[in-house]
């Protein structure tokens, strides 16, 4: 794999990790520095990244990067040390990013939640507008506001999640996307997703 990407130190968002890293060459990982000081789990994961030589890279908000022949630009992220075991602040250290490729945009929010969006909206304004939008925290209603919709503008939101007892995906989350007749897919309904740069139909199990 060229390029990995750990949003932010949650077990949700690292776990399928280790086995990358175990099985799977990795030249770039891109990481916040953020330390989880409620585990140190993700202290070891971090550590196998540096004993196997990978290439850690800590982006900034405003960062451009070329993978292949997408385009990269980062929105949010955590790049100097800082730890916390409170869930909310874990979540708005997530790497925010958009990657264009093929004239089609995707923009990946990790569990960043309505704060990380309003920054985001004050700093990058329209270059927050995407085609697809990767649903932040899994479609919680502490993500996904409506000015953040508004400046995302997606034709097609993904939601990853599976069965919780929390509640996600939201209904007033979903119902800010329906209302805005943004097409849903949802992985504890639909399945797998993938999507295809340039495709009429965007889902595919």
């Given at each position: 794999?060229?390029?990995?990407e ?44 540096s004993q ?36 909310n ?11 264009t ?23 990058f304004?329209t ?30 939101a ?36 993938e ?11």
């Amino acid at each position: 794999l060229d390029n990995v990407e750990l949003t932010h130190p949650h077990a949700d968002h690292y776990s399928g990790l280790k086995y990358v890293f175990a099985n799977i060459p990795v030249t770039n990982f891109y990481d916040t520095k953020m330390d989880n000081t409620g585990t140190s789990a993700d202290e070891a994961l971090r550590a196998t990244a540096s004993q196997k030589g990978f290439n850690v890279i800590y982006p900034r908000a405003g960062d451009a990067f070329s993978w292949g022949n997408a385009a990269v630009k980062v929105f949010n992220s955590c790049p100097e040390p800082v730890s916390s075991g409170d869930g909310n602040v874990i979540n708005d250290c997530s790497i925010t990013l958009k990657v264009t490729y093929q004239n089609t945009s995707m923009l990946f929010t990790g569990d960043a939640e309505a704060d990380v969006e309003a920054t985001m909206i004050s700093k990058f304004g329209t270059d927050l507008k995407s085609d697809v939008l990767k649903v932040g925290h899994h479609g919680s209603a502490y993500s996904s506001s409506q000015p953040f919709l508004d400046a995302v503008q997606p034709k097609a939101a993904y939601i990853e999640v599976g069965h919780n007892n929390y509640g996600h995906p939201t209904p007033s989350t979903l119902n800010r996307l329906n209302a805005m007749g943004i097409k849903v897919y949802r992985t504890d309904q639909d399945g797998t997703q993938e999507y295809s740069s340039g495709s009429d139909e965007k889902a595919e199990d």
